[in-house]
């Protein structure tokens, strides 16, 4: 039987990605349309860059869901797979997406880097910890 109080942060965690990529979907789209922008002139990351300024925090913060939380999804994984049933894990699971969640509003919304930079580091320290936790139990087993 699995670990259902992982699960919930884990389905968090993959709800802010898709309402990121919504939002970027949605942004990008009306850029493109406002300003007339043929979608083959950004075929690219870096062909957008610069052309498609409004959209921008947006889409790199979808591509920042891509990074550092895949290593929460790997350990998540691995806790349910090892039938690992640790609420410290819970706790910190909830923290790093509690963190994550900040970041991307603060990114996709008024984008000031100092703030969004201290979330990034809370939800960094929160996935070390996770690992080292579960480092800590698999040893110990």
Do not use: C
């Not at 860059?49 to 979808?62: F, I, M």
């Not at 998540?76 to 970041?103: E, G, N, P």
């Amino acid at each position: 039987m699995y670990f259902k109080p992982l699960l919930i942060p884990l389905l968090a965690q993959v709800a802010l990605t898709f309402t990121v990529m919504l939002i970027m979907y949605r942004r990008r789209v009306n850029e493109m349309q406002s300003k007339r922008i043929n979608p083959q002139r950004v075929k690219s990351r870096s062909d957008a860059h610069g052309v498609l300024p409004d959209s921008e925090s947006a889409s790199d913060n979808y591509s920042n869901l891509a990074e550092s939380p895949i290593l929460f999804y790997v350990a998540i994984l691995l806790t349910l797979t090892l039938m690992v049933q640790d609420s410290i894990l819970v706790i910190l699971a909830w923290a790093f997406v509690a963190a994550r969640y900040v970041h991307s509003f603060i990114h996709i919304t008024y984008n000031r880097v100092m703030h969004r930079f201290a979330a990034f580091i809370v939800s960094s320290f929160m996935l070390l910890a996770i690992w080292v936790r579960l480092g800590w139990i698999i040893i110990q087993s």
